[in-house]
T-cell receptor
Framework: GAVVSQHPSRVICKSGTSVKIECRSL??????MFWYRQFPKQSLMLMAT?????????EQGVEKDKFLINHASLTLSTLTVTSAHPEDSSFYIC??????????????FGPGTRLTVL | KNEVEQSPQNLTAQEGEFITINCSYS?????LHWLQQHPGGGIVSLFM???GKKKHGRLIATINIQEKHSSLHITASHPRDSAVYIC????????????FGTGTRLTIIP
């Protein structure tokens, strides 16, 4: 099946620094990617929709200036957490629908990135 | 927004037991996802189904679009099936944004 990778898998940083997380579709082109966040013992929550060649759209309550999304190519979207604070510590996951698969709407998930801000 | 309810929240069973996890949603959809999340956090997509039933190994997923209900079954459960199982539904027809259930934490005891 289609594969989505994320890098890094785990990152620890100091408060105030910026962290970049990459999401790649390895064997298909993804014009759209989704970014989610999961706090401990909670459900995944959609943060934003990343669109290749245009601006990302953010869900209500998600600060676009804090969570910068860039979808520069058909296989790569990046999420940058700027000026990270301990409350940004979370598990970040991306997904991408493969428009060319048999199941048009099937989304493929990355393995996730665990961010810890000290 | 689609409201998603999963049950049970926690389930502990003996190895070999037949497991059923349920998911209900509020808005009609074209397809529903079942996902598995292991303790490390990584998400694995188990099924996407739009009607009827799908089977993969010991896993079976069914959906009733009219009733807005889906079930995930595990036959001959094994300790390695211990994980959190999550159903996810799009916002509605043509809306790809997924809403996730709270998950069912399954523990299979040897």
């Amino acid at each position: 099946g289609a594969v989505v990778s994320q890098h890094p898998s785990r990152v620890i940083c100091k408060s105030g620094t910026s962290v970049k997380i990459e999401c790649r579709s390895l064997d298909f082109q993804a014009t759209t990617m989704f970014w989610y966040r999961q706090f401990p013992k909670q459900s995944l929550m959609l943060m934003a929709t990343s669109n290749e060649g245009s601006k990302a759209t953010y869900e209500q309550g998600v600060e676009k200036d804090k969570f910068l999304i860039n979808h520069a190519s058909l296989t790569l979207s990046t999420l940058t957490v700027t000026s990270a604070h301990p409350e940004d510590s979370s598990f970040y996951i991306c997904s991408a629908p493969n428009r060319f698969s048999e199941s048009y709407n099937e989304q493929f998930f990355g393995p996730g990135t665990r961010l810890t801000v000290l | 927004k689609n409201e998603v309810e999963q049950s049970p929240q926690n389930l502990t069973a003996q190895e070999g037991e037949f497991i059923t996890i349920n998911c209900s949603y509020s808005v009609g959809i074209s397809a529903l996802h079942w996902l598995q999340q292991h303790p490390g956090g990584g998400i694995v997509s188990l099924f996407m189904l739009s009607s009827g039933k799908k089977k993969h190994g010991r896993l079976i997923a069914t959906i009733n679009i009219q009733e807005k209900h889906s079930s995930l079954h595990i036959t001959a459960s094994h300790p390695r099936d211990s994980a959190v199982y999550i159903c996810a539904v799009p916002g509605g027809f043509g809306n790809e944004k997924l809403t996730f259930g709270t998950g069912t934490r399954l523990t299979i005891i040897p």
